[in-house]
């Protein structure tokens, strides 16, 4: 009668240089995967993309128009509107979700914003069927749109007569790439508002 022997079951041995190497290549993946995302999220913040194309319109008492500035004259109860193009530079899509320029006690009190396809660009006739009330739209990478920003004059009893504001750029709320933005934009022109005399500010006078 033959045996037969059978071999011990077979023990996994410790070995802490395979355990070492195992956690270092886990090490780097993770900060690999950290630094892209980073990398992302700094791309993001500083990604500027909007601007605003030399082509400009006003409407309203200009009294001065100059290549960098124009100086518009107080009203009472009068309106001034502007027109620009907002540019997007980049590669990506951005959603403009909001856009501003003065406040309710700047010397020009916003009143409306209006849009219009590039072909359009120039129009700044109230009720021109090009135009149409501002919405959120998508600006793809290298496209632009007619923004018309409307006013009317306010708040000169807030204001000495002789002073003035002047306005170089407007905001603008945006998303591109998961994330809100907020920007600074330069106008194509700064505008400048003067402050009317007692005569021309019935609120003043009083």
Known sequence: MSLVRKSPRAVATYDPVVRWKARAWALVAYLAVL?????????????????????????????????????VGYVHEGTFSMGFLLVNDGPFPVKIQRIQMTGQNALMVPVGLETAAKRYAGSLTEGDPSLDKFLPFTLAGGDRRWIVLRTRFGNCGRFAAGS?????????????????KHASVPLPKAIRVDSPPDSGCPTRAA
């Open 35 to 71: 630094s892209a995302v980073a990398g992302i999220v700094l791309f993001a913040v500083r990604y500027e993309p909007l601007s605003a194309a030399e082509r400009f319109s006003a409407s309203g008492p200009v009294t001065a128009d100059g290549p960098n500035m124009i100086r």
């Open 164 to 180: 003035f504001e002047t306005y170089t750029r407007f905001q603008v709320t945006y998303k591109v790439l998961a994330f809100t």
